[in-house]
């Protein structure tokens, strides 16, 4: 059976993000993760340096490697040219890979990642796009948000006039020829495939839990994942 | 070596090639939501003020970063969309690729180089690109920041400017704090004007403009973003809490305003501050005011006397009418919320605190 190991050592993130780290903490010191969380990114390649195959899953299966929010300022300061926050995405990466997020409250939080941002991506070929944005979910963008919402053709058309029309100004539409392209690309290298693994993933969770669950965005699944972790809340 | 010496030496190390002329411009997903008037007005400096050749492509997409940095998007993926990006650069027969978003700059820096170290992944994206879509593609000679071309240009955006960042009223040089969005040169220094420690590409243009930038002990803190933390209800406390670590760094300094070169990080240090006040009971600028956040392209804009409302300043929850008082700027409060068809639109809620104007 193949080692865990090489499964990781297969991602260049994580050939190119460990040299040789000395452990002298630096990268916990400027990690703003680590200044908010239990979160300690010395500790983490400090037990990636060992390749302990029994480690490496205890860390694919917990909550440790979501903590990172991949600013990279770890990569500026590391005297050893390490970049923990690439090892964190090669050990993301895998955690989704082993199925093992599903052990994790945070790792199973990829299926309302994928509902908001990888389904935005596949309709409309931008990361987020304000038809589907609003207050109720993210109250911090504030009145002005509400304002521009209630009259985006109004307020978009003023920086270029082709919003969700053909054009080249502000939330142009994209044209379906290169949504096609996307889809295509997004299939031929596998992340469709994983984007239909989080959703089957999610729904056996949700099955698991007794939560209802549907093919909508709000369904009460998704709503209870985006709100809460096990750390926030009892099982 | 004198302090100064050894500053202008590791100056050197952090220049870089900005091309002269005809860009691909690749927009910002974030910025064309939160700060559309950004883009816009950039793009008309560049092609009016300084009289550059841009293209814009309706058909280039999202680079997928947040899909990358939120770990959905497979590594795989997110380099044969780059390729596309790339392939419609050539198709448009340019060699320079000019980019909105920082988090896209700091991803195509990331996977120029590991194709550059690995050509064996190189060529199988170009597989996976040509299996995809018939297409092939070639790097691009050039690869800038729009920050980084606004700097380039500094001196003649200065030459042409009607206002500088000066206090009307005093005389003095507007206080100002630079943010530098964490992937512009944290990642690979060497592609930051200035590099990760020193960054020069936002305080370059402030102090040209007349403007004094503001060192303070959070400067080189994140904004927060984060990622899966922001979008996450679960974890949003995380963004906040950085952007509110900043802020009480900056207060004692009393900033006349923000210079952002991050679509995202102007996102949150604008929200942020409505937020703060809402749940703290605290506002940084003067008199219940906060302090305006704006973008490089906003402000470079502003100096050329651009209308604020033409380049969106009205879309900032955080007001910036404080900074155009300032600055002397003659502006129309009564047309802040008029529409494209020229009508004048129902007028925002008003914060509990944060002054509106």
């Known amino acids: 059976m193949e080692k865990l190991f090489d499964r990781l050592k297969e991602d260049i993130r994580f050939v190119h993000g460990l040299n040789s780290c000395i452990n002298c903490g630096t990268c916990s010191a400027i990690c703003p993760a680590a200044s908010f969380w239990e979160y300690d990114p010395r500790e983490i390649v400090d037990q990636l340096q060992v390749e302990d195959d029994d480690i490496l899953e205890e860390l694919l299966g917990g909550e440790k490697i979501w903590y990172c929010g991949q600013c990279m300022s770890c990569k500026t300061r590391c005297p050893r040219d390490n970049t923990p926050g690439m090892l964190i995405q090669a050990l993301r990466n895998l955690s989704i890979e082993t199925g093992l997020y599903m052990n994790s409250s945070r790792g199973r939080q990829q299926y309302v990642l994928k509902k908001m941002i990888g389904d935005t991506i596949l309709a409309t070929g931008y990361c987020v796009h304000a038809d589907g944005l609003d207050t109720t979910m993210f109250p911090e963008q504030g009145p002005i948000w509400d304002w521009i919402r209630k009259n985006s053709k109004e307020v978009y058309n003023r920086f270029g006039n082709s919003y969700n029309s053909p054009g080249t100004g502000a939330l142009r539409k994209i044209p379906d020829e290169a949504i096609r392209e996307l889809h295509e690309i997004f299939r031929i290298t596998g992340t469709l495939q994983r984007f239909n693994r989080l959703e089957n993933d999610a729904a056996r969770q949700a099955k698991k839990t007794d939560t209802e669950f549907d093919s909508s965005i709000l369904n009460d699944y998704f709503l209870k994942t985006y709100t809460n972790t096990s750390e926030d809340v009892e099982d | ?357």
């Open chain 2, 1 to 357: 070596m004198s302090k100064t010496e050894r500053g202008q030496f590791i100056w050197k190390d952090f220049q870089k090639e900005i091309a002269d002329d005809h860009y691909y411009y690749v927009r910002s997903c974030i910025r064309q939501n939160f700060f559309p008037g950004a883009e816009d007005v950039f793009i008309k400096m560049v092609t009016k003020d300084l009289n550059k050749d841009l293209v814009l492509d309706p058909a280039h997409t999202t680079c997928t970063g947040i899909g990358y940095h939120t770990d959905l998007v497979k590594m795989e993926t997110t380099m044969t969309v780059i390729a596309r990006q790339f392939a419609m650069m050539n198709q448009a027969g340019y060699k320079n690729l000019l980019v909105s978003c920082v988090t896209s700059f700091g991803l195509y820096n990331e996977i120029l180089e590991i194709w550059e170290e690995y050509p064996e992944i190189k060529e199988k994206v170009g597989e996976y690109l040509h299996k995809a879509t018939g297409r092939t593609f070639k790097v691009p000679e050039n690869l800038v920041h729009a920050s980084d071309l606004i700097y380039k240009y500094k001196d003649e955006i200065s030459a042409r400017a009607k206002y500088r960042l000066i206090n009307r009223e005093t005389g003095e040089p507007l206080r100002v704090v630079d943010h530098i969005g964490c992937h512009y040169s944290k990642m690979f220094p060497e592609k930051g004007i200035g590099g990760a420690e020193r960054p020069r590409v936002l305080s370059g243009l402030v102090n040209t403009l007349g403007g004094k930038t503001i060192d303070y002990p959070e400067r080189r803190l994140c904004c927060g973003f984060g990622f899966r933390q922001y979008l996450l209800k679960s974890s949003r406390g995380y963004s906040l809490s950085c952007t509110y670590k900043k802020f009480k760094s900056m207060e004692p300094y009393k900033p006349d305003f923000i210079i952002t070169n991050c679509p995202g990080c102007n996102y949150f240090l604008d929200r942020w501050q409505y937020v703060i006040s809402d749940l703290r009971g605290e506002t940084y600028g003067h008199n219940g005011d906060g302090i305006p956040t704006l973008t490089y392209e906003e402000v470079a804009a502003l100096c050329l006397g651009y209308d604020p409302w033409d380049i969106g300043l009205q879309m900032h929850q955080t007001a910036v009418e404080p900074l155009l008082y300032k600055m002397g700027i003659e502006f129309n409060p009564a047309d802040k919320y008029k529409g494209y068809s020229g009508k004048n639109l129902e007028k925002p809620k008003i914060p509990e605190l944060l002054k509106a104007y």
